[in-house]
């Protein structure tokens, strides 16, 4: 099993800039390939962009492709989500997850662990 903790959320101006962590701790952190998805009151929970375990590889979805850039580093058991030029449609609970599988799964059903989220909340 994995335990994942998200941080870093908060209320940001639209065009600016936040940074999220997910630290991982209880298994192989390496083991698993990192997404973070995102879920705005109403609505389903979106992906928004995903790590293979080595890093080498990222993964985005459309809204965010350009925006967001998700990082992560091995040795620290973190995986990061860097946002900028944030929009009000932006404004979500973001959660990491983990992924057992290579497989490039955007369904939130196909990871296997989750944080408890971090509120983002972008202001007009």
């Known amino acids: 099993q994995v335990q994942l903790v998200e941080s870093g959320g908060g209320l940001v101006q639209a065009g600016g800039s936040l940074r999220l962590s997910c630290a991982a701790s209880?298994?192989?952190?390496?083991?698993?390939?990192m997404g973070w998805f995102r879920q705005a009151p109403g609505k389903e929970r979106e992906f928004v962009a995903r790590s293979s375990r080595s890093g080498l590889s990222t993964y985005y979805g459309d809204s965010v492709s350009g925006r967001f850039t998700i990082s992560r580093d091995n040795a620290k058991n973190t995986v990061y989500l860097q946002m900028n030029s944030l929009k009000p449609e932006d404004t979500a609970v973001y959660y990491c997850?983990?992924?057992?599988?290579?497989?490039?799964?955007?369904?939130?059903?196909?990871?296997?662990?989750w944080g408890q989220g971090t509120q983002v909340t972008v202001s007009s």
């Open positions: 209880g298994s192989t952190f390496s083991s698993y390939a």
């Open positions: 997850a983990a992924d057992r599988t290579v497989v490039r799964n955007t369904d939130p059903n196909k990871y296997d662990y």
